[in-house]
């Protein structure tokens, strides 16, 4: 499964935004999927995962209560939507598949990124 992600771009410190995934040519209804996030010089961190029947089933603490992702079977894409961003928050984004794994959730067949630059 080839995952894109896309919506990514420069937004002021409390604005919002929406990032999309999709997959060309490979159905995501049996997989779940989430989001992972890269900052400069900072360890790639995993922020939400959503099953394959559309519940949330993880945030991370650094983004619960402001981010929220969904799922739509009919346009073969997941969001992000992410509220009340933070100068934190910059980095390049990721979907992914995800999994629970041992004690924590798992990514993996991360694609091409989008870049979100929160100024402050």
């Known amino acids: 499964v080839q995952l894109q992600a896309s919506g990514g771009g420069l937004v002021q410190s409390g604005g919002s935004l929406r990032l999309s995934c999709t997959s060309s040519?490979?159905?995501?209804?049996?997989?779940?999927v989430g989001w992972i996030r890269q900052a400069p010089g900072k360890e790639r961190e995993g922020l939400s995962c959503?099953?394959?029947?559309?519940?949330?089933?993880y945030y991370a603490d650094s983004v619960k209560g402001r981010f929220t992702i969904s799922r739509d079977k009919a346009k073969n894409s997941v969001y992000l939507q992410m509220d009340s961003l933070k100068s934190e928050d910059t980095a390049v984004y990721y979907c992914a598949l995800c999994w629970y794994g041992v004690r924590r959730y798992e990514y993996e067949n991360w694609g091409q990124g989008t870049l979100v630059t929160v100024s402050s």
């Open positions: 040519g490979d159905t995501l209804d049996d997989y779940a």
């Open positions: 959503i099953n394959s029947s559309g519940r949330p089933a």
